[in-house]
């Protein structure tokens, strides 16, 4: 992947580099701690879910936010750059398929803790997410280390790019109205509703891999990556390491093999258009089958 040619984004914060903000939630210790640390590694964790997870975690005391002024370290361009990338995607697609203007999300770069001006305070643990009231994708750089780490050292950038076209696609969700819909499946699939709108998140970040393949050159080394950070994410796979044990009944994510699946089928395809987007909610069809 080279982002040379890429114009960047005017649409991203860095709040990073310390300061004072707002004050919020302090996520406690003993079994919250717990709860945080399962769902760390998840990727595009959807902050309605996440809030509820927070209020049971949520201790005494507060905390301040960072606010900062940014860091120098590369991230802020690199997201600048990769936004603009989905932007420019996003409204050629939004064109091509009748569903009207494209408006782009902002990204917040932060460290620690961040206020998300609608789903609540959240802290770095909970990974990068998106907030549908305030429209903005947040990220926590840090996450992107880690993710390197967990795949073998290596730079990862397409990895890092997967995570933020995934985010960008909960916002598409969000500009279609498919986050609308999520409630009436939750009455009857629990946890397992938030399925449809992840798998379908992974197929809008293949969709946008598809169509700025060729000017940001994306090549198979580049696929691969994410194929490795897909297969790595899954609820199955991540429950089974970090308890030892799998729960289908509590996925919200989809298994690995679900997430490479409408991953890739949303990069060879490209199709934006709404007979692709609505099969995630087939109501005949149960979320663990899509």
């Not at 990338?85 to 803790?113: I, N």
């Not at 729960?247 to 490479?260: D, I, K, T, V, Y």
């Amino acid at each position: 992947m080279d982002l040379n040619d890429q114009a960047a984004s005017g649409d991203v914060e860095d709040r990073r580099g310390g300061g004072g903000g707002r004050k919020g939630l302090a996520v406690g210790g003993g079994i919250g701690a717990l709860v945080v640390t399962l769902i760390a590694g998840y990727l595009g964790i959807n902050p309605q879910v996440a809030q509820g997870l927070l209020a049971l975690v949520a201790g005494g005391g507060q905390q301040q936010a960072q606010v900062g002024k940014g860091k120098a370290d590369g991230y802020a361009e690199f997201s600048s750059k990769l936004l603009g990338s989905t932007t420019e995607v996003w409204t050629q697609q939004f064109r091509a398929a009748g569903y009207g203007k494209y408006s782009a999300p902002r990204m917040v770069l932060f460290e620690g803790e961040v206020d998300s001006e609608g789903c609540g305070v959240a802290p770095s643990s909970v990974g990068p997410f998106y907030c549908p009231p305030s429209k903005k994708v947040f990220l926590d750089p840090s996450f992107f280390k880690e993710l390197e780490s967990k795949l073998g050292g290596s730079k990862a950038e397409f990895s890092q790019a997967y995570v933020i076209a995934h985010e960008v696609g909960h916002h598409v969700q969000n500009l279609l109205r498919y986050d609308d819909e999520l409630a009436k499946f939750k009455r009857t699939e629990g946890e397992n509703a938030g399925i449809r709108l992840e798998l379908q998140a992974d197929y809008l970040a293949g969709v946008w891999a598809h169509h700025a393949a060729e000017k940001i050159k994306i090549g198979q080394a580049d696929i691969g990556e994410a194929i490795t950070t897909t297969q790595a994410i899954g609820d199955d796979r991540i429950q089974k390491k970090m308890r030892g044990w799998v729960s289908p009944e509590s996925f919200n994510h989809g298994r690995a093999e679900q997430r490479l699946k409408f991953f890739m089928q949303g990069y060879k395809s490209g199709d934006a258009s709404e007979a692709a987007l609505r099969r995630f909610f087939n109501k005949s069809v149960r979320p663990l089958d899509l």
